[in-house]
């Protein structure tokens, strides 16, 4: 009898799905995935409950894929249950990496979400102003939900992660390198992210379009202009957050010509993408003139969510200060 | 032209030796006898047209010559005074006279030929044009515009331009009024201004000249912009004039590449330029001029001589200076600019010792902060200087009372009387302030230096470091770096130029520690820093596809590690890691 397969689990917390569809984007690639491990845990495609991981002995699982953000008491406890079975942890996709998209809710509360979703966005019809709650008695029969949290979670944050597989979602070629070296047990330092540690400009066939004197004098949004599909971004000022990115995605935002915004998070040395790239495009805004530099800086529409967009819990910021928030 | 032939001739009994192809005239020159001449100009070729230069020749078959084109012949006699030529001589005089009587020089000649009037019938007694042809063949041989040229014959002819249509061939040099003996052509002003100095716009000057009587090196130089040699290829009469040989048209500027190890820069200012105040008039009155136009007026070799005078030549009974011209204003600079103050109490002083004039002086403060300033000025208040507190709103003509008909009225708000008062002059003097050069951002750049807000070079501390700048080995002097006073200027630049003897002195170089380091593994090569670098140390290496630092440049400004995006620029001593460490220890507790 051959040797056991390792076992591989994957689970899924606040992301849209893009991730698992990541995974079954391997097309025939997830044959030889399957073929080389055991899938032992995978919601979103196969019957698995919460029971079976329980039983499983800590440790056994070889690796677990985590995606989304955390920011319900359910996927806290799956994830630290996972945590406790698992040799590995990788934190698969943006969300569970930085927070991604879901992240953007620390610009607010429980409360305030709540109140958006449940009452006051335009398509909302609830005139009884229903909202779910944790624990409801229907029938004499107690029902429950998890809680919701107040702050959107990295992976990291919650539970000790080894690997980090960027991206919104992560190409496949980075998935099946991250799958081949766990195989292989080629890993890199724990920690690591799992893709090329050098910014997009690197490896953007735009970058030797670049003027001698980078410098914006008037942003632009992407349905401004008529992008020009050769030349650098920001020399036609458009917010491309590839400087303050890191590299590996295939460059598949630029080549369908629009710019980068940042799903790939910041190189190893960069603490914050949000504010190192804010810092990047001031310097190179073409004036001292204050009164200029307002003008421009005020055409920037959402400049949290621009710089911010896919990394905000993972920020220095983290979230908006709870009393902040009205 | 000499071929090293020498002629032998006797002219009024004293033998010469010429070189061959001299005319008469010359050789009459060279033994100092006088010949009168009218059509003649020794830069243009001998034309022989008004024959008062007519000499006899012994001996020979046609005894009557002009002297001014007929060449010496080896053993030639010739009286240049016999009766024949005086004969000759007067009666070619008096058909000039018959046909320019206006002209003062055919009178002057005739005068000395002894003849009073002429017996011949004069056409037009305005006329002085004596068809000499000086200001055509000026034109043609030293200009090389050919704009005029005769036209017509016998009594009709006249000098002319093509049909008579203002000339495009004609460039406005002017050479034909000023080659003209008779004054029959004349060249003005437009505006019938009387102007001095034209950098000034004070008067009128040659293309080649000394820009000024202070000037060092004193040499002159060629304006190509005023040159005919630049507009037509020919004239360069200076060339052919300088004995010395020093003039060369075909010399031009070079750039030259001295390798040195400190610069000292001392590029000076720009004054103000105060028709960007219309209230107060200048370029539309004038006798409204400024600080540097009484400069050169009141200077002893000026045009007028050092005599203070208005446009119209007479001395001003009454003048106004008004300080604070573009400086200590919002509007234009709000600095002072330091030395107006005292430069005008100099003018007044100058105004007492020259003229009768009452004196106005119009400020806002009187700054007299340097040695011996305060003296002054008291002696000024002793002098009788009228000094009025208050800026000046305007500088008008519009007469409101007969006392101020003709005369400029300076309209003020004197603030010591708290009213408005209106004072008539003759002459107004602005004392414009000092502003930084038109280039300073260049030169800056180009140094690799900072200008403040109001584009002055930054010097590096304003007190423990006033002569150096944020590049080692660059210097400042002078009022490139801020307004200041001559004393003061010389303070600075001898301290500057001690800086760089100390650099030159020590021979060594001390390099910034803490300085900005690009990891190329990390470098993806955005070049967002290259723009950036102050100091231009940064470069964007192609080939690797990364930027890179040059170390002897970088100051350390940390510039390039704030924008970098992807962190690969990192400055030694304050990484991120080390500042965000500290941080966290701070906020330990």
């Not at chain 2, 008096?94 to 056409?123: D, N, S, W, Y």
């Not at chain 2, 231009?536 to 350390?556: F, H, P, Q, R, W």
């Amino acid at each position: 009898m051959s040797k056991a397969k390792p076992k591989v689990a994957f689970y899924w917390c606040s992301s849209c799905g893009g991730c698992e569809e990541s995974i079954v984007d391997l097309a025939e690639d997830i044959l030889k995935v399957v073929e080389a491990v055991d899938i032992v845990f995978w919601p979103v495609a196969l019957d698995f409950k919460k029971k079976d991981v329980e039983a499983m002995e800590d440790g056994s699982i070889a690796v677990s894929f985590i995606n989304g953000a955390v920011r319900l008491s359910e996927q806290e406890e799956m994830v630290k249950m996972l945590r406790k079975k698992s040799g590995l942890i990788v934190a698969h996709g943006t969300c569970s990496h930085l927070g991604g998209i879901p992240g953007l809710g620390n610009f607010w509360n429980k409360e305030t979400i709540f109140n958006r979703s449940y009452h006051t966005t335009p398509s909302t019809d609830n005139p009884d102003r229903t909202v779910p709650l944790e624990k409801v008695v229907v029938e004499g029969k107690e029902l429950t939900l998890p809680s919701f949290y107040d702050t959107v979670y990295t992976l990291d944050q919650v539970i000790d992660v080894d690997y980090y597989l960027p991206g919104c979602a992560p190409p496949r070629d980075l998935i099946l390198n991250a799958v081949q070296a766990i195989l292989e047990g080629k890993l890199p330092p724990k920690g690591a992210v799992l893709s090329p540690n050098k910014s997009l400009c690197d490896d953007c066939d735009r970058n030797e379009s670049k003027p001698e004197k980078l410098v914006i004098t008037e942003i632009k949004r992407p349905w401004e202009v008529e992008i020009d599909p050769e030349k650098c971004f920001l020399a036609q000022g458009i917010i491309c957050m590839g400087p303050a990115t890191r590299t590996g995605c295939g460059e598949r935002c630029i080549e369908g010509n629009m710019p980068c915004r940042g799903c790939f998070g910041p190189t190893d040395q960069v603490f914050d993408q949000g504010a190192k790239f804010l810092s990047a495009l001031a310097s190179i805004l073409d004036t001292n003139d204050e009164k200029e530099i307002e003008k421009i800086v005020n055409t920037i529409i959402d400049p949290a969510g621009t710089f911010y967009r896919f990394s905000l819990p993972h920020s220095i910021l983290r979230r908006r200060r709870m009393e902040a928030i009205k | 032209m000499s071929n090293g032939k020498k002629i032998n001739l006797t002219i009024n009994n004293k033998k010469i030796k010429v070189d061959e192809g001299t005319t008469i005239l010359q050789a009459a020159e060279q033994l100092d006898i006088k010949i009168p001449t009218l059509c003649y100009h020794p830069l243009l070729e001998p034309y022989a047209s008004c024959r008062i230069c007519m000499v006899e020749v012994k001996g020979d078959t046609c005894d009557l010559f002009p002297a001014c084109n007929t060449k010496v012949r080896e053993g030639m006699v010739v009286e240049t005074d016999s009766e024949r030529a005086l004969k000759a001589r007067k009666l070619n005089i008096e058909m000039i006279m018959a046909r320019a009587p206006a002209a003062e020089k055919v009178q002057e000649i005739a005068k000395e030929l002894g003849v009073k009037k002429t017996r011949f019938e004069i056409t037009d007694p305005e006329e002085k044009c004596i068809l000499c042809g000086i200001c055509v063949r000026t034109c043609e041989e030293i200009v090389g515009a050919n704009a005029i040229s005769f036209s017509e014959r016998g009594k009709e002819r006249k000098v002319y331009t093509p049909f008579g249509e203002p000339s495009e061939a004609c460039i406005g040099c002017a050479a034909c009024a000023f080659f003209c003996p008779t004054e029959a052509i004349t060249c003005e002003d437009l505006h019938g201004r009387k102007v001095i100095h034209s950098e000034l716009m004070l008067g009128p000057s040659t293309a080649i000249r000394v820009p000024i009587r202070q000037a060092v090196p004193m040499v002159p130089f060629i304006d190509e912009e005023a040159c005919i040699h630049f507009k037509t290829g020919e004239c360069k009469i200076c060339e052919r004039v300088c004995e010395k040989e020093a003039v060369n048209h075909e010399m031009e500027d070079q750039e030259v590449e001295i390798e040195v190890g400190s610069v000292i820069l001392a590029s000076g200012f720009k004054p103000f330029d105060p028709k960007r105040i219309p209230a107060y008039g200048y370029g539309r009155f004038d006798n409204v001029i400024t600080a540097l136009e009484f400069e050169k007026l009141v200077n002893a070799s000026s045009p007028t001589d050092g005599k203070i005078l208005l446009a119209n030549g007479e001395e001003p009974k009454a003048v106004g200076i008004v300080h604070c011209v573009g400086s200590r204003d919002k509007k234009y600079n709000e600095y002072c600019s330091r030395v107006c103050c005292m430069y005008s109490l100099k003018f007044a002083h100058l105004l007492k010792e020259k003229t009768e004039a009452d004196i106005y002086d119009f400020y806002i403060d009187m700054r007299c902060f340097g040695k011996g300033y305060e003296e002054f000025y008291h002696r000024l208040l002793e002098e009788g200087t009228r000094f009025i507190r208050g800026r000046v709103s305007e500088v008008t003509d519009m007469a409101l009372t007969e006392k101020e008909e003709g005369k400029l009225i300076i309209r003020v708000e004197d603030t010591l009387i708290g009213a408005i008062r209106r004072i008539p002059v003759d002459m107004v003097i602005l004392a414009v302030g000092l502003e930084p050069g038109l280039d300073q951002n260049e030169i800056a750049k180009i140094f690799n230096i900072s200008c403040g807000q109001d584009t002055f070079f930054l010097e590096r501390h304003p007190k423990l470091a006033p002569v150096s700048t944020f590049s080692d080995g660059i210097f400042l002097a002078g009022t490139c770096q801020s307004p200041k006073d001559i004393p003061d200027t010389v303070a600075q630049a001898g301290a500057a130029a001690s800086e760089a003897l100390a650099l030159a002195d020590k021979g060594t170089f001390e390099l910034e520690p803490i300085t900005a380091e690009i990891d190329e593994e990390l470098c993806a090569g955005c070049q967002i820093c290259v723009s950036l670098c102050p100091f231009t140390a940064i470069t964007y290496n192609k080939e690797k596809g990364v930027s890179e630092i040059n170390d002897a440049l970088c100051k350390g400004c940390g510039t390039c590690v704030s924008a970098c995006p992807c962190g690969a620029s990192q400055q030694k001593h304050f990484r991120d890691a080390q500042i965000f460490a500290e941080i966290e220890g701070i906020l330990v507790e």
